[in-house]
């Protein structure tokens, strides 16, 4: 069974950038898809950036210009690069992976911009 494990969250004051890391215990080469959400309290789970099994990138509008979401296949990692950071980016975020069919989560990782 895919495991998730993403880190790089912190604090970080508005204007700042953090890269968000998730980590997978399978061949990511081979998952269909590989992304970044982000969750409020309260709210429903929302897309950041996609990038799928062949590269296609797919971002929300709130990340087009500012977050860049990456891999590197031979560490079986997706990164995402989130720059000029505001407030309203605060929020837990989570990886996904999409692996024949299934999908997995990770348990999330933290940021907080400062204003």
């Known amino acids: 069974q895919v495991q998730l494990a993403e880190s790089g969250g912190g604090l970080v004051q508005a204007g700042g950038s953090l890269r968000l890391s998730c980590a997978a215990s399978?061949?990511?080469?081979?998952?269909?898809?590989m992304g970044w959400y982000r969750q409020a309290p309260g709210k429903h789970r929302e897309l950041v950036a996609l990038?799928?099994?062949?590269?296609?990138?797919n971002y929300a509008d709130s990340a087009n210009g500012r977050f860049t979401i990456t891999r590197d296949n031979g560490k079986n990692t997706v990164y995402l690069q989130m720059d000029s950071l505001k407030p309203d980016n605060t929020t837990a975020y989570y990886c996904?992976?999409?692996?024949?069919?299934?999908?997995?989560w990770g348990p999330g990782t933290q940021v907080t911009v400062s204003a």
């Open positions: 399978g061949r990511i080469s081979s998952f269909d898809s």
């Open positions: 990038m799928t099994r062949l590269g296609v990138t």
């Open positions: 996904n992976a999409k692996v024949y069919g299934l999908t997995r």
